[in-house]
C-alpha cells in the first residue's frame, strides 16, 4: 500500500493571548490522512481550525502536539514542501509583470531554466486558460483570472500535492465552475489535491473525501457518497416504500422486459451534514 500523502497524528495547535495567562486551542486531538490522488476537502465555519491546520500541514505553523507528515516527511522538514504547490486565499502577485512573465518567475524559483521554463510556462497558460491573456499585466485580469495564474503557479514545479485554501473565494460563477474544472483535471492526471471552501456544492462535486472542523475538533470524515448516505431508505423513483415494495417493483420491471438502472440510497446535500455537523 502507498504511503499517503497526509498524514496528520493526534495533532494540537494552542495560541496564547497577548496580555493574559491563558490560551486558545486552534486544533485539538487531531487526526486526518488524504491517500494519494484523493481530492480531499476541509471544510468548518469561520474560526474552526481549517487555516491552523493548512499551514501546519505546511510546515508554516508548528504544532503544539503531534506530527504531519507529507508523503512519508514530516513537514517541518523544508525538504517535505518540494512535492507540493499551495494557493493561499488571498494571494499576491506583482501586478506590474505579465501572466507569463509571472509563471517564468515562479519557474525560476523553482529552479527552471531555458527550454524547459519556456515549456512549462505554455503547458501552464494552456492548462488555466489563459493563452490568450499571456502579455497582459496582471493589474488587468479579473478575479477568476488571478485565481487562476495562482493555480499555475502553484503547479509549476510540477508537484504531487496541491494545497488549495479557497481557491473560489470571491470568483463569479463562471470563473468558479473553470477552476472546479482545474481540479478535476489535477485528479485526472494523478495529483492530490487538499482544499478548503465554503462553497459546498462546489466541494460536493469535486472531492472523494471531506472532513468537517467544529472548535478545532474533525467532527465528520469519511468519503463524500457515505458521509451524505440517508440509512434506511432507498430511492427508486418512489419515497416512503419498503425494501420489499422496491423489490416487488424490480420483478415487475423485469418481467415486462425492462432494466432497473439504478438503486440507491437517499442523499442528504454536503450542506445539511455541514451545518448538523456544527451545530453546537
Known amino acids: 500500500m502507498s504511503e499517503p500523502a497526509v498524514a496528520v497524528t493526534g495533532v494540537t495547535k494552542t495560541f496564547p493571548v497577548?496580555?493574559?495567562?491563558?490560551?486558545?486551542?486552534?486544533?485539538?486531538?487531531?487526526?486526518?490522512?488524504v491517500e494519494a490522488?484523493?481530492?480531499?476537502?476541509?471544510?468548518?465555519?469561520?474560526?474552526?481550525?481549517?487555516?491552523?491546520?493548512?499551514?501546519?500541514?505546511?510546515?508554516?505553523?508548528?504544532?503544539?502536539?503531534?506530527?504531519?507528515?507529507i508523503f512519508g516527511r514530516e513537514s517541518k522538514e523544508v525538504a517535505s514542501r518540494e512535492a507540493v504547490g499551495f494557493l493561499p486565499e488571498s494571494p499576491y502577485f506583482y501586478k506590474y509583470l505579465t501572466g507569463a512573465e509571472t509563471l517564468r518567475f515562479y519557474g525560476k524559483l523553482c529552479g527552471l531554466r531555458g527550454p524547459k521554463l519556456v515549456t512549462r510556462v505554455d503547458e501552464l497558460l494552456e492548462l488555466v486558460g489563459l493563452t490568450n491573456a499571456r502579455d497582459r499585466r496582471l493589474g488587468g485580469y479579473s478575479k477568476g483570472m488571478l485565481q487562476r495564474i495562482g493555480l499555475a503557479q502553484a503547479l509549476v514545479h510540477e508537484p504531487r500535492l496541491v494545497v488549495l485554501d479557497e481557491p473560489t473565494?470571491?470568483?463569479?460563477?463562471?470563473?468558479?465552475?473553470?477552476?472546479?474544472?482545474?481540479?478535476?483535471?489535477?485528479k485526472r492526471?494523478?495529483?492530490?489535491?487538499?482544499?478548503?471552501?465554503?462553497?459546498l456544492d462546489q466541494v460536493q462535486e469535486v472531492?472523494?473525501?471531506v472532513g468537517i472542523l467544529a472548535d478545532g475538533?474533525?467532527?465528520r470524515d469519511g468519503p463524500v457518497d457515505e458521509l451524505l448516505a440517508v440509512e434506511n431508505r432507498t430511492e427508486v423513483v418512489f419515497e416512503?416504500?419498503?425494501?420489499?415494495?422496491?423489490?416487488?417493483?424490480?420483478?415487475?420491471?423485469?418481467?415486462?422486459?425492462?432494466?432497473?438502472?439504478?438503486?440507491?440510497?437517499?442523499?442528504?446535500?454536503?450542506?445539511?451534514?455541514?451545518?448538523d455537523a456544527t451545530r453546537k
Do not use: M, W
Open 18 to 33: 497577548p496580555f493574559k495567562r491563558q490560551s486558545v486551542i486552534a486544533v485539538r486531538d487531531l487526526n486526518l490522512q
Open 37 to 69: 490522488g484523493q481530492v480531499y476537502g476541509l471544510l468548518g465555519p469561520n474560526g474552526s481550525g481549517k487555516s491552523t491546520t493548512l499551514k501546519i500541514i505546511l510546515g508554516l505553523v508548528s504544532p503544539t502536539r503531534g506530527t504531519a507528515e
Open 169 to 186: 473565494a470571491g470568483v463569479d460563477p463562471v470563473g468558479s465552475r473553470e477552476i472546479r474544472d482545474l481540479i478535476l483535471d489535477l
Open 189 to 199: 492526471r494523478g495529483i492530490t489535491v487538499l482544499l478548503s471552501s465554503h462553497l
Open 207 to 209: 472531492c472523494d473525501r
Open 217 to 219: 475538533i474533525l467532527v
Open 240 to 275: 416512503n416504500g419498503s425494501d420489499e415494495l422496491g423489490q416487488q417493483l424490480e420483478t415487475l420491471i423485469r418481467a415486462a422486459g425492462g432494466q432497473l438502472i439504478e438503486r440507491r440510497k437517499s442523499r442528504k446535500t454536503l450542506e445539511r451534514l455541514f451545518l
